[in-house]
């Protein structure tokens, strides 16, 4: 019945506005794409930029006040935006499947897996009598990669990892044999191999069964390398769109240029690229104060260190730390969370901890910090050893090493204005009196570009990446010399996290600074580190230069990491 | 149809022009007008909310009436009581009309208002004053004190608090007055402030910032009184004015039962108490201290959950 | 769950043991022969002076009476009542019917309170939604005994639709009265947890990928939004039962139902402390029991306490 030139969707000139209590607000200003049968289309745009709500708009499930307020959704020729209830019920599932972002939030807790898999069958009219319902479930589950479905059938979601509950939710979607499947940040809340995995099967299922994909993502690297087609989507309105390979090798708009300098996962491949194209791109965007360029910071870096040959300042040798895990009961078990960890990080430069979720990478940055006490193992900072000192002796280190956390929105208390945020570790270590202690909260806030009539402000008036930058004044107000980074830049927008980065690379090379970066990002990695240490389950398998790992690893779990990132596969800017 | 557009899956490459879709600065610090954090966040909502304005004006008005009744009557309560004048109906002297022993009910109730009240402010003193320190205590030290504490609580919070007061005040029925009556009530409701308590002290300890602040060489003590009960102290002002009204209400159902305040006290609950015999022959005498009592416990409900829904960004959702 | 429920029941016998003390340690630490003040300004009959005395261990250490009222607790004798009579006989005769009264009420609020809260959750900021919260603050905070009184006067009195005291023939028609108000205020909680649950819930992603997966409504509000909201209301029960119990006092006093509750109704207002000491303590016993089994309920509709270890 299809024809064959009218595109499976078709959205024209959507518009989508919210209520609020100050009237409505546009999210979306006019958006027109189309996808064709079996086309893979990703919508790439940072957060605020409307590209969920594109995708929720297309199903008309607009979360809370949103509204259609202008446009067509046509999707097989069907305007979904005026569609009625019971016409959009039976599009979803069978006509549009959706994969939602968090697999820990899209699955009803209450139900089993099995459950919650069949009522999508029997809904979508897949199968009918008990036994095919359950029979093609076990079937779906099987095909998103649950090799043991029958058996886990009957389980509940909070008895599946992330990876697995995702895959679930990528069989929901596709129970319904759908002939477009929305895939709204897949897999940005996985590990980075298991991602690649799932993205993996994702394109197979998809591409065997002729399945047009829209992917919503905040990932260039991810849109360029799985889909055919890229839409660039900025502050409500589509920016640039057109062949993937083209938009990232030809970008056309300025938003799409600063995005791409900004992207980790592409810069880094273009650091050997052509310094002349880079010279393009810094004249296009001259005009826009606050552009960013990582490899002109990864640069200076490096010219720093060629200049200044350093000896260690953190020294740590058979770091081991063990928790006792209660299971219930009165027993309790052996947690190795770090296990006889040793690296060294020579002063001025910035040596990055990587790994997954539960290497122990955080737990190595609690215990150089203080905030732990090792089971065993040594840590010597500027040549004492930390782990034997007493209270007073620990109270003075502490003026030479300071944290930045990642969470920017828990990481300042929100009733203590900025100035004072600022001022508390001058205070603390009894430091100046009054008005020097309010010179250095303006000198602070310079360093870290925020005005300086911040002072008086509370945090809950600044953005993420603006309060990650009090985070790291208030780091540097005791000028120290080691400044750990626990997933600074991890919750942030690319482009405020290539400024944080830039931020930072700047900070290190005019105060001499010595960083530890904990991440699990090997992307960031490679513009902003010197030496990386990957850590699998609390020990480091490899450590090495950044230019080292990344040109010839040696474990093979460095290898699935490098692999991973996504966008890996993709030559851009050569 | 057809549109003007180029044709489809081809290599177009799609640019919105520059003009239309301006580039703004990485990341610009936007400041409002005004400064805001929670509070003043919290009461700039307030302020908008008749509700607020109606519940407080409330409160305010019972106070100043608990505190100065003369000004409100001059007839006295209790003097001049005449047994001839019984259940007689409204009159311009007593304008909600006499009692069965032939005083004045407006009276009453307004001399009534100081009993009430007085109940429910020293329980939220003892009881949540109590409770916010041992769930503080529970929340900070944590461990076996926690447990300890905790269990204590859950023990006392087994008793519905009403029975547990009736008990109390049958074994002190010699002693009583309005600060036993409170004593009886708060004795048992501490536990239900001290689990707020405990569960935002262990919320906020739990944050980033007090990290920081470990990390900045802040002693546990200090990180405690500047940070981390600062935090926690909005959703227990909540709970303290609900249950206020509670004591309120606790103390009216307690006089009703005869096991409150002694019988000569003026108290809205004794008076409902002692009219209910009367109720079909004069009901004004129950509804009006009845209603007296309704107004006062709904305006502190109303004033809490305001205050929650201002405060707390969940409740704001529930709007 | 088998785990779940051994630890449940492990739990509640140092609650158990603690609020015995508790009651106990109330009533007879006092100086003096605390049977004979517990008659305060009353003349006992000397047969059941003596009689409680030797249920109370009176001349034993205080510990060791405690441990002999524990041993009572435990056992199920409740001792005598003031009149005399054994307080087992006297419960044996009331317990059917407030378990009758506590039953209905349980049942209108679950049934009006769910299904006005549901409405209200799902209609958020409309006519209805805004009415029913005005309406359940007030029922909040009017007492219970007003309530009562508001019922008896209007409905019975007034209208003469039920009759205003209930007396001797408890049997379900004669107690709809007394169960709509003892149920009032506990409806007025139900509506607004129910209304909270309902819009927490719709705000959960699994409600948005149920509607995406083809779902329709008159599926995804029963199975994913409904069956979720009723967790929280469900364990709030637990707590409510102390307002259930506190309220079928005051409304079989007042209504005359022959119960528990009317029971230690005119225990407390005649001052016969002995019976108001025996049945508190077999209320805070009933409150526990309940709180358990409300809990094991808690389990089986939440699979994540359930599966824990």
Redesign the interface.
Known sequence: MTDTRTPLLEVKDLEVAFRTQRGSVKALNGVSFTIEHGETVAIVGESGSGKSTTAAAIINLLPGTGQITNGQVLFEGQDLAKASRSQLEHVRGRGIGFVPQDPMSNLNPVWSVGFQVEETIRANGVATSPRDVKKKAVEVLKQAGLDDADKRMRQFPHQFSGGMRQRVLIGIGLSGDPKLLIADEPTSALDVTVQRRILDHLGTLTGDAGTAVLFITHDLGLAAERAEKLIVMYKGDIVEAGPSLEVLQNPLHPYTQRLIAAAPSLASRRIQGSEQKLGELKHDTETDAGSVDLITAAEERAEHLAANPSEPVIQIRDLTKVFKIRTGGFRSVDFTAVDKVSFEIPKGTTTALVGESGSGKSTVAKLLLGLESATSGSISVGGRDITTLNRRELFRLRRTMQPVFQDPYGTLDPLVNIGNTIAEPLKIHGVGDRDSRRDRVTELLEQVALPVELADRYPNELSGGQRQRVAVARALALKPEIIVLDEAVSALDVLVQAQILQLLAELQSELGLTYLFITHDLAVVRVIADNVCVMQKGRIVEQASTDEVFASPKEQYTRDLLDAIPGAGIKIGV | ?S?NTAP??S??????P?S??P???????K??GQ?????T?AWRDLRRRPLFWVSSIFILLFIVVALFPTLFTSVPPNAGCQLVDSNAGPSADHILGLTKQGCDVYSRIVHGAGASLAVGFIVIALSGITGAIIGSIAGFFGGWVDSVLM??G???F???????A???M??F??YVNVFVVALAIGAFTWPSTARVMRSEVLRVKN???V????????SRL?LMFK?VL??SIPPVIVVTTLSL?AAI?AE??LS????GLPSGTMSWGND?SAA?SD??SN?AT?IYP?LA??IT??SF??FG?TLRESLDP?AR??? | MVFYVIRRILQAIPVLIGTTFLIYFLVFAMPGNPVQALFGDKTPNPALLAELEKQYHLNEPFIVQYLYYLRDVVTGNFGVSFSGQSVNDVLARTFPVTARLALMAVVIEMVVGVTIGLVAGLRKGKLFDLSSLVISLLFLSVPIFVICFIGQFFLGFKLGWFRTTVGADASIPNLILPAIVLASSLVAINIRLTRGSVIETLNNDFVRTAYSKGLSRRRVIPVHVLRNSLIPVTTQLGADFGILLVGATVTEGIFNVPGVGNTLYQAIIRGERPTVVSFVTVMVLLYLVVNIIIDLIYAVLDPRIRYVK
């Open positions: 149809m549109s489809r899956r290599a177009d490459h799609f640019v919105a520059v239309e879709t580039v703004a600065a990485i990341d610009q610090v400041l409002s400064r805001s954090n929670l509070w966040d269990r204590l859950d023990i006392f087994s008793i519905p608090y009403i029975l547990a009736v008990v109390i049958s074994v029925s010699a944050s980033d910032f990290m920081a602040g470990t990390a900045l060489g802040q200090a940070h600062p935090n009204a209400t009216a159902t009703f039962l005869g096991v409902i209910q109720l079909r009901p129950l009845s009592l309704t416990v709904l409900v109303i959950e969940k959702a529930l709007r």
